[in-house]
C-alpha cells in the first residue's frame, strides 16, 4: 500500500525539464515517521514542473551545511537541523532531516504544491537523485 498525501498551493504548472544537481547545491531528503509508515517529502517546483527534496545553491562564502538548512527553512518552512550524508557528489552535497508527523509545510513562491510519498515513489520522481534518494531511505530505514 502506498501512502501519499498530497497538497496543492496553486494550479498545477505544466511538466518541464528535469533538473540536474549544479555545483554547490545542497539537497536535504526530508522524512517522517508516523507508526510504522515513513515517508519522504517532495516540492514540486512551479517553472520546471518536476519534484525533488528541498536544495538549492550555496551563497558567497556559505557552507554546506548551512545552505542545507536555509534551504529547508526557504522551501518548506521548517526549522529542521540536516544532518550531512556520504550520498552526495563531487557537485552536490546531500543530507537528511527528520520532520515530525503533522508538521506544517509551508511552501516558498518557486514551489506550488508538496507530497509526503514513500522512498520508491520519492527515488521515481526525482530522477537524478534516484540513488541518493534510496541510499538516504536505506539509512532512515536502519535506524
Known amino acids: 500500500m502506498t501512502t501519499t498525501e498530497t497538497v496543492d498551493r496553486v494550479?498545477?504548472?505544466p511538466?518541464?525539464?528535469?533538473p540536474l544537481p549544479s555545483p554547490g547545491d545542497a539537497t536535504v531528503v526530508v522524512f517522517r515517521r508516523d507508526g510504522r509508515a515513513t515517508?519522504?517529502?517532495l516540492l514540486h517546483d512551479r517553472s520546471a514542473g518536476t519534484w525533488c527534496p528541498p536544495s538549492g545553491?550555496?551563497?558567497g562564502a556559505e557552507s554546506p551545511k548551512t545552505c542545507a538548512r536555509r534551504h529547508v527553512v526557504q522551501?518548506?518552512?521548517l526549522h529542521l537541523y540536516p544532518i550531512p550524508t556520504a550520498f552526495g557528489t563531487d557537485d552536490s552535497d546531500v543530507y537528511?532531516?527528520?520532520a515530525v508527523p503533522g508538521a506544517d509545510v509551508t511552501l516558498s513562491s518557486a514551489h506550488d504544491r508538496y507530497e509526503w510519498v514513500e522512498a520508491?515513489?520519492?527515488a521515481s520522481r526525482c530522477a537524478p537523485l534516484a540513488d541518493s534518494i534510496g541510499r538516504v531511505a536505506a539509512l532512515v530505514e536502519l535506524g
Not at 511538466?15 to 528535469?18: I, K, L, Y
Open 11 to 13: 494550479a498545477p504548472t
Open 15 to 18: 511538466t518541464g525539464r528535469t
Open 39 to 41: 515517508t519522504y517529502l
Open 57 to 59: 545553491r550555496r551563497a
Open 75 to 77: 522551501d518548506t518552512g
Open 96 to 98: 537528511l532531516a527528520q
Open 120 to 122: 520508491a515513489e520519492a
